[in-house]
């Protein structure tokens, strides 16, 4: 478990351009888009909760919690 540590190398790789899903064993990952980052960013700044932005993106809601705050991670080290 890496959350609050600095990432390695490059701070943030470059989204897929399309979704892509990924199989890791039982489960299935789909990486956000920069799209879909954007859109997750807005629907933040209007105040819905996490659970109407998962229903709106088509995610769980612990996705949506995990990449918002990955997303404030990558712009936290982007200021340093």
Request: charged share 30%; hydrophobic share 35%.
């Given at each position: 478990?890496r959350q609050?540590?600095?990432?390695?190398?490059?701070?943030?790789?470059?989204?897929p351009?399309?979704?892509?899903?990924?199989?890791?064993?039982?489960?299935?990952?789909?990486?956000?888009?920069?799209?879909?980052d954007?859109?997750?960013?807005e629907?933040?700044?209007q105040?819905?909760?996490?659970?109407?932005?998962?229903?709106?993106?088509?995610?769980?809601?612990?996705?949506?919690?995990?990449?918002?705050?990955?997303?404030?991670?990558?712009?936290?080290?982007?200021?340093a």
């Open positions: 478990l609050g540590l600095p990432p390695r190398g490059k701070l943030r790789r470059t989204p351009a399309e979704p892509v899903a990924i199989k890791r064993g039982a489960h299935v990952y789909r990486p956000f888009t920069a799209a879909e954007r859109q997750l960013l629907l933040e700044a105040g819905l909760t996490t659970a109407e932005i998962a229903r709106r993106l088509g995610r769980k809601g612990n996705s949506i919690t995990g990449r918002l705050a990955t997303l404030a991670r990558h712009e936290e080290y982007a200021d």
